[in-house]
């Protein structure tokens, strides 16, 4: 997929699942890799974030479309913005899905196009950093702390499922997601300095 | 649960007990006004944790081939072929570190020689820009009621704002808010954070981004989450 005069993605050692993209100066085939880095990694997650926010795959497709263009053409903001890329992809893909439900309300024949879809939190649509802010945090607890949140809080399975599914007792699933939570606590009162430079 | 067990607190702020451990807690946590207050600040993280969509732990690319993918490549070459400049960061100078990213993503390494440079975590990032993007707007504020002082710094981005603040007079423990309100008098939120024993003492630095070119914002206020105006700049 890159050749040594591309730019590479290289794991991290001291920081797993934080990945940095080095190389030299952007190029053509470093946009090509730059979009199919994004895709292979993020695309799943921001298809199906989309697609429970329009409420249609097509729209969907186009919605993870832009934002991936958006994010080629903003790559170097990428590189001084707080949080991970993951949390900016999500970010940016759901302002395109407010920006477009207002261009559409504005329009009156295709308004009930819209009525029965989801809708859009326009309390969160405008907050650029929060989700990276969290996102962030999640990316400094432990993986077993983060594991334990993604059952209990994100997949919403009770400790007894959480258990099954991550192979550890009830105890410690009940244990995990409590200091799991203090965990992310102690970041979260760190992010001031993370955030500040 | 006659006694303190706070590790049974997380599940139960989470929702995940079973009905008869919820019962359980209930029962304790109304005798222990310990356990109440520890988890409220557990259910605090809950909210945090509301931010995130639950999308954001799927991994990998869509299912479905990559029909997509090469759409958006096709754009992305359509863009460049149009556009003599390549769309690149504001031109500060063309050296490698410009074209270091952060990515949170598979533990995948993209093949390849490791002829870029040194992998760090983001603990270790190097500054980004120490100097401002060019064109930035700088203004000072104080406010003589609440008596807080603001530097505040906007730089341009491709048709939003980098907002950058120096907060003094906070408060330790206060919940901030950064906003931004556009010349047609819509506000944005640009982050939200809470001020630190030392942020208090020293000054509070925060940033966050916003989708208003900079030459429309036309004001940055600093408000609490619960709605008491701090200091207001106008940009
Ligand atoms: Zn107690």
Redesign the pocket.
Known sequence: MATATEPLLVLAPANPGIVRLVGDTPGPDDAETLIRTLYAEHGRSLLAYATRLTGDRAAAEDVVQETLVRAWKHAGDLTTGRGSVRGWLLTVARNIVTDRARARAVRPAEVADVVDRPPVQSDHSESVVNTMVVMDALDKVSPEHRDVLVQLYYRGRSVAEAAKELGVPPGTVKSRSYYALRALRAVMAGTEAEVSR | MNE?DRTQLGAYALGALEPGEVAEVDE?LAT?A??RAELAELEEMKDFLGEVPPEAFLEGPPEGGDLLLQRTLREVREVREASAEPPMPVPVKRSRSRWLMVAAAALVVVGGALGGGVALGRSTAPPQATEPAAGYKEVTAIDTTTGAKMATTVEPRTGWSWVQVQVTGLKAGDQCQLLVTDSAGKTWTAGSWVVSEKAAKNGSTFGGGVLVPLDKVHSVEIRTLQGRHVVTATI
Do not use: T
Request: proline share 0%; with cysteine; aromatic share 0%.
């Open positions: 303190h304790h222990c310990e356990c």
